[in-house]
Structure formats: structure tokens, C-alpha cells
T-cell receptor, first 114, second 111 residues
């Protein structure tokens, strides 16, 4: 079946602009996660949704970052007033409901802020 | 979240076994040991997980020390496609669902 998909695969923007990154999880997966990966580092947790609600947003670095999942499927990560330090690969993952369920990752969106 | 310690890099030859170590001396009784790997330019993918007993699947084996303070991921016959960064992660099945990644081990496979 189809895996997790993310669009766009690459995004180049200018400092100060607004960007939206989209994630389509595996059908039937109620849990959705966003991670950010800087060059040479492991992925870093941003936010976790169970259904439509954000169950844990402790990883969002500041209030410029926001994510939604209005119908419990597709999610959008929104970054306002982008900064050069936001440049990274943004990864989305989905899983079934239980804590021990495997997370399936998408290929990521590479964001470059000039 | 309990922390894990892995070597930064390892190297092996094609068709030989590879043993990737992970230390987790502060592991709690409710922590599962998970392994994910990340191939170049891809998102991480699940490899294997276990709690106390050794585990086998089509990708790898997981050997867990009796005191659970360390574990070893075993690739029985490495191929060039196994070159990746391997992450050892502790997940508390009673706690947060997020994965906490460390630096991982970068595995190089020589032809």
C-alpha cells in the first residue's frame, strides 16, 4: 500500500516568508508526528497528533511554528517569518494508535531559507 | 527519556555479519528497545524492537543483555544496501509516543 507522502520534496524560500509543508499519512493511521532533522543530526521531535488534536507539541521551537490536522488525516506544518536557522529536512511519520506501534516515515521536505 | 550511547561510526565488508552495539544503562522496566535506520536521503525506517528476549525478523536480530543495560543489532550478511545510520531508541510504552533519536551509528559497507 501507499506509504507516507510529503509535499513538496524541496522548498526554497527567503528569510521572513511563510511556508506550509504537507503530510499525507498512511490510511487508517490515527497518530501523526512531525520531526525536524538538521544536517548531521538525528531527527528531533516537533509535534504529535492523535486524531485531530495535538497530543504533544512540546517540541515546537517557538510560536512561529504551528501544525494542524483538521480532519484527522492530512497534516500541514506552518512556519511563519522563516529564519535561516529553520533550514532542515522536515520529516512526517504516522502510526497506529498504541505507543509501541511502529512509526512509518515519509521521505521528508528539505526546506532551505535563504 | 532514557538515553542511549552508540559508536559514531562502524565499517564492515559485504556479506559479513555486523554487530552494532548500544548501551542504555538507565533503561527502565517499561522501556522497549527499538532500532530504526536511515538510508541516504530517506526518512528513517523501522528495523526491530524488543523488551527482554532476543528477537529475530527478516531484516535483523536483536540481542538484549540479561540486565537490559545493553543490546546489539545483528545484520547477519551485510549488503551494500545496509549502509545507513542506525539509531537505537528507548520507548516507554506507558509514556510519550515520540521517538527520541540520538546521533546513531553510521555504518559503511565495503564491497
Amino acid at each position: 500500500g501507499a506509504g507516507v507522502s510529503q509535499t513538496p520534496s524541496n522548498k526554497v524560500t527567503e528569510k521572513g516568508k511563510y511556508v506550509e509543508l504537507r503530510c499525507d499519512p498512511i490510511s487508517g493511521h490515527t497518530a501523526l508526528y512531525w520531526y525536524r532533522q538538521s544536517l548531521g543530526q538525528g531527527p528531533e521531535f516537533l509535534i504529535y497528533f492523535q486524531g485531530t488534536g495535538a497530543a504533544d507539541d512540546s517540541g515546537l521551537p517557538n510560536d512561529r511554528f504551528f501544525a494542524v490536522r483538521p480532519e484527522g488525516s492530512v497534516s500541514t506544518l506552518k512556519i511563519q517569518r522563516t529564519e535561516r536557522g529553520d533550514s532542515a529536512v522536515y520529516l512526517c511519520a504516522s502510526s497506529l494508535r498504541r505507543p509501541e506501534d511502529t512509526q512509518y516515515f515519509g521521505p521528508g521536505t528539505r526546506l532551505t531559507v535563504l | 527519556d532514557a538515553k542511549t550511547t552508540q559508536p559514531n561510526s562502524m565499517e564492515s565488508n559485504e556479506e559479513e555479519p555486523v554487530h552494532l552495539p548500544c548501551n542504555h544503562s538507565t533503561i527502565s522496566g517499561t522501556d522497549y528497545i527499538h532500532w530504526y535506520r536511515q538510508l541516504p536521503s530517506q526518512g528513517p525506517e523501522y528495523v526491530i524492537h524488543g523488551l527482554t528476549s532476543n528477537v529475530n525478523n527478516r531484516m535483523a536480530s536483536l540481542a538484549i543483555a540479561e540486565d537490559r543495560k545493553s543490546s546489539t543489532l545483528i545484520l547477519h550478511r551485510a549488503t551494500l544496501r545496509d549502509a545507513a545510520v542506525y539509531y537505537c531508541i528507548l520507548r516507554d510504552f506507558q509514556g510519550a509516543q515520540k521517538l527520541v533519536f540520538g546521533q546513531g551509528t553510521r555504518l559503511t559497507i565495503n564491497p
